[in-house]
């Protein structure tokens, strides 16, 4: 707005041609950004291939290049460990930790955001410690009261410290903030009470709010390994991140089940992201801007 | 912050006059402290977030800390022992390579910084489709489990069957076995964790480069300064908010690096002796070798060194971060 008319130009990367402010072309920027993506999913080429050619194939020297199209890498999985089972472990864990991290930290964050009560900043602050510390150090008492729970070995015993969740709380307070406040003031002055405003003004409002937090707690629940492993031991009651380390010490061997076992077990996330790319940049890049 | 920026959006909306100036900034006048009718709804709203973070982390936290003096009997219970532990901790043969490992993983994590500047940098110059393809391709390995990319590094790693040393063998060099010779190990984790990074640094940079205002370019432009002086005196110093978040974030990941050393090297490697870190030392004291009291002493020297070292970051910065 306050840059001088240069108007013409200005948006010059958009004009098609490759032409760009000053002149200079883009295929130089195409050349270096291909290269490196190429080298970010190489990985992926390489894991996709060997899971379908037979153990054989996949030790051959030089490698062989050509996919063998062995679609039984994959049942494979499946009966080398409870896959399903674990799969919807994954996702019924997903499910519950997104649901209550959206609920308690929005309506935590809300109060600290907007609603005055003593104490206030001093639980807050102190909440805020959470995040400075390292997760090895509650680990182990995590353990303890889930073992005096006798929740050991369950689901309700992965689920439960992941319900809440200090990230979540500051994130959302940062959103609550920087709403306006006169739609608030407007509901109050119709006489609504905080909950009223709380849920039927305040979290519309922050709609991108916790869909930025329930996107990046999916991607952390999915792919969290140290609490479950530590947790589950029984098969049946596993998410997929301990399955796999479970599958790679049965088979530490048989790469093209293993990178099989994988590729399922990332695809999930991979398609989320695909489908909700902006979603999960933008909360990521939220994040980024505190 | 944001209530900083509150008198100026009321003004503009009309309606917000009638609620007056007594209540514009949110914080009416003459009632600070709120009515106890919100006292009761604030503490009725925090409660379940607060009571859960008390139990599962505020409560465990301290535990740990008091854990930390104490050695545990086999069937139970705690025996104070004062800092015996921090002491044996201390004089731990393998700590001094743990903790090196763990310090060169870090640093080397901290070069994805620069590359992921350079690419953000190269993807703002683009607009359209392209972005968001190239957006998506270097963020897959963000999104993908942990697990199973170290699965997939492990294969490229093999040392007889692995893509890496065939591509290598075709450039004459003969490749190590990375991920079971303990001298290459922690490179190759390393190199792990960059490429799992990338993609999220990336998105932070390229959201700190959008904040940049177009027209210091286009001064520096009539001034003749050229593309790269422009990179070094504009975008640099005015991203380096991002770079500061970023780097933060690095360290306090790298000194906590765990899931990588137990899915791709394993518990049966021979390299695992000399690739430990701090984190898998505590691993292996708290949930292998039942030795609590050692674990936690661990976990709390980790903690402090966290806390110590995003301090000293944090005052660093005054240096070199430019906020405008």
Same mark, same amino acid.
């Given at each position: 707005?306050?840059?001088?008319?240069?108007?013409?130009?200005?948006?010059? $990367?958009?004009?098609?041609?490759?032409?760009?402010?000053? $002149?200079?072309?883009?295929?130089?920027?195409?050349?270096? *950004?291909?290269?490196?993506?190429?080298?970010?999913?190489?990985?992926?080429?390489?894991?996709?291939?060997?899971?379908?050619?037979?153990?054989?194939?996949?030790?051959?020297?030089?490698?062989?290049?050509?996919?063998?199209?062995?679609?039984?890498?994959?049942?494979?999985?499946?009966?080398?460990?409870?896959?399903?089972?674990?799969?919807?472990?994954?996702?019924?864990?997903?499910?519950?930790?997104?649901?209550?991290?959206?609920?308690?930290?929005?309506?935590?964050?809300?109060?600290?955001?907007?609603?005055?009560?003593?104490?206030?900043?001093?639980?807050?602050?102190?909440?805020?410690?959470?995040?400075?510390?390292?997760?090895?150090?509650?680990?182990?008492?995590?353990?303890?009261?889930?073992?005096? *729970?006798?929740?050991?070995?369950?689901?309700?015993?992965?689920?439960?410290?992941?319900?809440?969740?200090?990230?979540?709380?500051?994130?959302?307070?940062?959103?609550?903030?920087?709403?306006?406040?006169?739609?608030?003031?407007?509901?109050?002055?119709?006489?609504?009470?905080?909950?009223?405003?709380?849920?039927?003004?305040?979290?519309?409002?922050?709609?991108?709010?916790?869909?930025?937090? $329930?996107?990046?707690?999916?991607?952390?629940?999915?792919?969290?390994? *140290?609490?479950?492993?530590?947790?589950?031991?029984?098969?049946?009651?596993?998410?997929?991140?301990?399955?796999?380390?479970?599958?790679?010490?049965?088979?530490?061997?048989?790469?093209?089940?293993?990178?099989?076992?994988?590729?399922?077990?990332?695809?999930?996330?991979?398609?989320?992201?695909?489908?909700?790319?902006?979603?999960?940049?933008?909360?990521?890049?939220?994040?980024?801007?505190? | 912050?944001?209530?900083?920026?509150?008198? @100026?959006?009321?003004?503009?909306?009309?309606?917000?006059?009638?609620?007056?100036?007594?209540?514009?900034?949110?914080?009416?006048?003459?009632?600070?402290?709120?009515?106890?009718?919100?006292?009761?709804?604030?503490?009725?709203?925090?409660?379940?977030?607060?009571?859960?973070?008390?139990?599962?982390?505020?409560?465990?936290?301290?535990?740990?800390?008091?854990?930390?003096?104490?050695?545990?009997?086999?069937?139970?219970?705690?025996?104070?022992?004062?800092?015996?532990?921090?002491?044996?901790?201390?004089?731990?043969?393998?700590?001094?390579?743990?903790?090196?490992?763990?310090?060169?993983? @870090?640093?080397?994590?901290?070069?994805?910084?620069?590359?992921?500047?350079?690419?953000?940098?190269?993807?703002?110059?683009?607009? +359209?489709?392209?972005?968001?393809?190239?957006?998506?391709?270097?963020?897959?390995?963000?999104?993908?489990?942990?697990?199973?990319?170290?699965?997939?590094?492990?294969?490229?790693?093999?040392?007889?069957?692995?893509?890496?040393?065939?591509?290598?063998?075709?450039?004459?060099?003969?490749?190590?076995?990375?991920?079971?010779?303990?001298?290459?190990?922690?490179?190759?984790?390393?190199?792990?964790?960059?490429?799992?990074?990338?993609?999220?640094?990336?998105?932070?940079?390229?959201?700190?480069?959008?904040?940049?205002?177009?027209?210091?370019?286009?001064?520096?432009?009539?001034?003749?300064?050229?593309?790269?002086?422009?990179?070094?005196?504009?975008?640099?110093?005015?991203? @380096?908010?991002?770079?500061?978040?970023?780097?933060?974030?690095?360290?306090?990941?790298?000194?906590?690096?765990?899931?990588?050393?137990?899915?791709?090297?394993?518990?049966?490697?021979?390299?695992?002796? +000399?690739?430990?870190?701090?984190?898998?030392?505590?691993?292996?004291?708290?949930?292998?070798?039942?030795?609590?009291?050692?674990?936690?002493?661990?976990?709390?020297?980790?903690?402090?060194?966290?806390?110590?070292?995003?301090?000293?970051?944090?005052?660093?910065?005054?240096?070199?971060?430019?906020?405008?």
């Amino acid at each position: 707005m306050s840059s001088p008319q240069i108007s013409g130009q200005r948006l010059g $990367g958009r004009r098609l041609g490759g032409q760009r402010l000053g $002149g200079q072309r883009l295929w130089p920027v195409h050349v270096v *950004l291909a290269i490196g993506a190429a080298a970010m999913i190489a990985p992926f080429f390489w894991q996709l291939l060997t899971s379908l050619q037979s153990p054989a194939q996949a030790t051959s020297v030089p490698p062989d290049f050509v996919p063998g199209w062995r679609w039984s890498n994959y049942s494979e999985v499946f009966t080398s460990m409870p896959f399903l089972r674990q799969f919807l472990n994954t996702v019924l864990i997903t499910v519950v930790r997104v649901a209550a991290q959206l609920l308690f930290c929005s309506m935590a964050a809300y109060a600290f955001a907007r609603l005055r009560f003593p104490g206030r900043n001093t639980i807050f602050v102190l909440l805020l410690a959470v995040l400075m510390v390292p997760s090895q150090v509650y680990l182990l008492p995590q353990y303890q009261i889930l073992m005096h *729970l006798g929740l050991l070995n369950t689901l309700t015993g992965i689920v439960l410290p992941g319900l809440f969740s200090a990230f979540g709380t500051f994130m959302l307070r940062q959103f609550f903030l920087s709403l306006p406040l006169d739609v608030e003031e407007a509901a109050r002055l119709d006489g609504a009470g905080p909950v009223r405003i709380f849920w039927s003004v305040m979290l519309p409002l922050a709609r991108p709010g916790l869909i930025s937090l $329930g996107v990046l707690t999916v991607l952390w629940s999915w792919n969290d390994l *140290l609490w479950p492993l530590v947790v589950a031991n029984d098969a049946n009651q596993m998410p997929l991140s301990v399955g796999l380390a479970t599958l790679q010490g049965e088979h530490s061997t048989d790469y093209p089940v293993l990178m099989a076992g994988s590729l399922l077990a990332s695809l999930p996330m991979i398609l989320l992201f695909i489908m909700a790319q902006r979603r999960i940049t933008e909360g990521i890049a939220f994040t980024g801007s505190k | 912050m944001a209530l900083a920026k509150a008198p @100026s959006a009321p003004a503009a909306v009309p309606a917000a006059a009638a609620t007056g100036p007594r209540r514009r900034l949110g914080v009416r006048v003459g009632e600070q402290n709120g009515h106890p009718r919100e006292w009761i709804w604030g503490y009725l709203m925090i409660l379940p977030l607060v009571a859960g973070l008390a139990c599962f982390y505020l409560w465990p936290i301290a535990q740990s800390c008091y854990y930390s003096f104490t050695t545990w009997g086999v069937f139970g219970g705690q025996q104070w022992v004062g800092l015996a532990n921090y002491r044996a901790f201390l004089s731990d043969p393998q700590l001094p390579k743990a903790a090196w490992n763990t310090v060169l993983y @870090s640093l080397l994590m901290l070069l994805a910084i620069p590359f992921s500047i350079v690419l953000a940098a190269l993807l703002n110059q683009l607009r +359209g489709r392209h972005v968001g393809l190239y957006r998506t391709l270097y963020f897959l390995p963000v999104v993908s489990m942990p697990a199973a990319v170290a699965m997939v590094w492990r294969w490229l790693y093999n040392g007889d069957y692995g893509l890496i040393n065939y591509l290598l063998s075709l450039v004459g060099v003969h490749g190590p076995h990375w991920v079971s010779d303990p001298r290459f190990t922690v490179y190759a984790m390393a190199v792990v964790g960059i490429w799992s990074s990338l993609g999220y640094n990336m998105i932070i940079f390229s959201a700190g480069l959008k904040g940049i205002p177009r027209h210091y370019y286009e001064a520096a432009e009539l001034d003749g300064a050229g593309r790269v002086r422009q990179f070094f005196s504009i975008t640099l110093p005015l991203l @380096s908010p991002s770079i500061f978040f970023v780097s933060v974030l690095t360290v306090i990941g790298g000194l906590q690096m765990f899931d990588t050393v137990l899915m791709m090297l394993g518990r049966a490697n021979p390299a695992l002796a +000399g690739s430990k870190t701090i984190a898998y030392l505590f691993y292996e004291d708290v949930f292998l070798d039942n030795r609590q009291g050692m674990g936690c002493a661990i976990a709390v020297v980790l903690m402090a060194v966290l806390l110590v070292l995003t301090a000293v970051q944090f005052r660093l910065q005054k240096k070199w971060v430019h906020y405008e």
